[in-house]
């Protein structure tokens, strides 16, 4: 019977030391290494990242979501108004913007590397600066350290679809430069500026660009919200490591 007990004792006690052992080691008021932060925060990014891209990347990413949808700019509503006045005319800038829409989504599935790269090289201080930061401090990161690679990422792409002719030969940008060039004709005549009109000057391939990226960083500011606010979005270890501290 006392080797039973002793036995017993012995089990419970192994028990014990190996359970304060596992509570030491994830104890969150243990201090967190200058590894558990460097690491927590590039796979914080790359699981942020990955999840935008592939939200973006898919069928409608952009254009079924109203909040990133790509539009063309107010400039371009004389465009839309007057094709809009020939049968199947809305069709037609329909089919413009959903081109547009499509070169982003397209664009977006090739987004990963850009971002991968920008991770892999962030410093130790970067990662606490991400850390102890604001709530966008990680997509403030990406965006200083990947938003001109995107650019030349992203603009080829929609510059293809806006060479693509929408009616009678002509394309969104041939419609786009007659448009602007007969305003602007009018805008810097001495006519013009004595009735102050402003010249449009909007580089349209520019400009979408930069909408479907900024569409992309409010996507990650989503994701980098949601992981830090909400721990099932912590979705392995390091990351409820260094989020949950």
Not at 27 to 56: C, M, Q
Request: proline content about 3%; some cysteine.
């Amino acid at each position: 019977m006392r080797k039973i007990y002793f036995a017993l004792l012995a089990i419970t006690f192994a028990a014990c030391a190996e359970l304060s052992t596992i509570m030491e080691t994830y104890d969150i008021d243990v201090p967190l290494t200058e590894y558990e932060v460097s690491g927590g925060l590039k796979e914080a990014l790359r699981v942020g990242t990955d999840s935008a891209a592939t939200r973006l990347g898919a069928l409608n990413g952009y254009y079924g979501d109203e909040l990133v949808k790509i539009m063309l700019p107010e400039e371009a509503s004389i465009i839309v108004d007057n094709i809009s006045k020939i049968p199947g005319g809305n069709k037609l800038v329909e089919d413009v913007v959903i081109r547009i829409n499509r070169a982003a989504e397209d664009a977006a599935k090739e987004a990963g590397p850009v971002f991968w790269r920008a991770i892999k090289n962030m410093t130790i201080t970067d990662a606490f600066n991400i850390l102890n930061g604001g709530e966008k401090a990680a997509t403030d990161y990406l965006h200083k350290h990947t938003y001109n690679e995107l650019f030349k990422l992203y603009n080829p792409k929609i510059q293809t679809s806006l060479d693509k002719e929408i009616v009678a030969g002509i394309s969104t940008n041939e419609s786009w430069e007659s448009l602007t060039g007969r305003w602007n004709t009018i805008a810097e005549s001495p006519i013009g500026q004595f009735a102050d009109l402003k010249a449009v000057k909007t580089d349209l391939n520019a400009y979408l660009t930069e909408k479907a990226l900024d569409g992309l960083f409010v996507k990650i500011a989503q994701q980098e919200k949601l992981i830090r606010e909400d721990p099932v979005a912590r979705v392995n270890d390091i990351l409820k490591r260094v989020f949950g501290s």
